[in-house]
Nanobody, 127 residues
Framework: QVQLVESGGGSVQAGGSLRLSCVAS????????VGWFRQAPGKEREGVAN??????????TDSVKGRFTLSISEDIPEKPVYLQMNSLKPEDTAMYYC??????????????????RGQGTQVTVSS
């Protein structure tokens, strides 16, 4: 079992930045993909970014391209996963979840396919 813990959420004004962090309890070297997804009140979960760890390719949803960056810190043993969010907009307001996949089927980028996900961290952007 893998536990994921997110941090870094908060409240910012439009145009501001936040960096979300995610730390896994174990098995970081064997994960095939890591990602972030979000869910706003009354809306379905939405994949934000997904990285295929074997080649470093990152896929972003169109609405965050050029503003969000997913990265992994390989020089820290825990290999934390980050989501740098710049130029935030009110429509980015949501609960953000970190996720990890260990099989090919879990790495589609769809929120429900990941093997593990965290409890979420709230991001609120005011206009």
């Amino acid at each position: 079992q893998v536990q994921l813990v997110e941090s870094g959420g908060g409240s910012v004004q439009a145009g501001g930045s936040l960096r979300l962090s995610c730390v896994a309890s174990a098995y970081t070297s064997s994960r095939r993909c890591v990602g972030w997804f979000r869910q706003a009140p009354g809306k379905e979960r939405e994949g934000v970014a997904n990285m295929y760890t074997r080649n470093g390719t990152v896929i972003y949803t169109d609405s965050v391209k050029g503003r969000f960056t997913l990265s992994i810190s390989e020089d820290i043993p825990e290999k934390p996963v980050y989501l740098q969010m710049n130029s935030l907009k009110p429509e980015d307001t949501a609960m953000y979840y970190c996720a990890a996949g260990y099989t090919p089927a879990s790495c589609t980028g769809r929120p429900g396919d990941y093997n593990y996900r965290g409890q979420g961290t709230q991001v609120t952007v005011s206009s």
